[in-house]
């Protein structure tokens, strides 16, 4: 094997000492630290399994259209984040195009007394925000974020649903 130039020794030397501590404070993760510079400030944390129960008398007794948003930006989470159920349901073609390359939407209908264990198929650099749409046949807002879970529970009541960590 041919020996590299001074300056390249020096820079390799560079590349592995910095690996090595990143790899102590990031744990594997250090390897899209430095193939991708700005990878390293997005969260590492992402939703990978959701788990959605509905008792038997939840909404009613009707089906609960449920979509689980994950967002890419601060902006967007903000905008969205002051829009109800109601609205998202409503205008959910309309901002996903206004909103276009920052939404990915997973869409669930869950009907009473039942369970739905999903697992969240994880593509990409992990979303900046994650929110939840619950579209209940009243007027509550419906809406909770996720953020910074990795296993969470929705469990769908008469009025309204609670959200806790599996």
Same mark, same amino acid.
């Given at each position: 094997?041919?020996?590299?130039?001074?300056?390249?020794?020096?820079?390799?030397? %560079?590349?592995? $000492?910095?690996?090595?501590? #990143? /790899?102590? &404070?990031?744990?594997? !993760?250090?390897?899209?630290?430095?193939?991708?510079?700005?990878a390293m400030f997005l969260p590492t944390k992402r939703l990978e399994r959701l788990i959605l129960v509905a008792a038997d008398d939840a909404n009613g007794?009707?089906?609960?259209?449920?979509?689980?948003?994950?967002?890419?930006?601060?902006?967007?989470?903000?905008?969205?984040?002051?829009?109800?159920?109601?609205?998202?349901?409503?205008? %959910?073609?309309? $901002?996903?195009?206004?909103? #276009? /390359?920052? &939404?990915?939407?997973? !869409?669930?209908?869950?009907?009473?007394?039942?369970?739905?264990?999903?697992?969240?198929?994880?593509?990409?650099?992990?979303?900046?925000?994650?929110?939840?749409?619950?579209?209940?046949?009243?007027a509550v807002k419906g809406r909770a974020s996720l953020d910074g879970m990795i296993r969470a529970r929705?469990?769908?009541?008469?009025?309204?649903?609670?959200?806790?960590?599996?």
């Amino acid at each position: 094997m041919p020996l590299l130039p001074e300056r390249d020794r020096m820079l390799h030397t %560079r590349r592995i $000492l910095l690996c090595t501590l #990143l /790899g102590g &404070l990031t744990g594997c !993760s250090a390897g899209p630290l430095l193939s991708k510079g700005a990878a390293m400030f997005l969260p590492t944390k992402r939703l990978e399994r959701l788990i959605l129960v509905a008792a038997d008398d939840a909404n009613g007794r009707t089906p609960v259209a449920v979509d689980l948003v994950f967002v890419q930006d601060d902006e967007t989470a903000a905008a969205l984040a002051a829009t109800s159920a109601v609205e998202w349901f409503n205008a %959910r073609p309309q $901002l996903q195009q206004q909103y #276009l /390359g920052k &939404l990915i939407v997973h !869409s669930w209908e869950i009907v009473p007394n039942t369970r739905i264990d999903a697992p969240i198929p994880i593509d990409g650099a992990a979303p900046a925000h994650t929110l939840l749409f619950a579209l209940y046949g009243n007027a509550v807002k419906g809406r909770a974020s996720l953020d910074g879970m990795i296993r969470a529970r929705l469990d769908f009541q008469d009025s309204d649903f609670i959200v806790g960590a599996e």
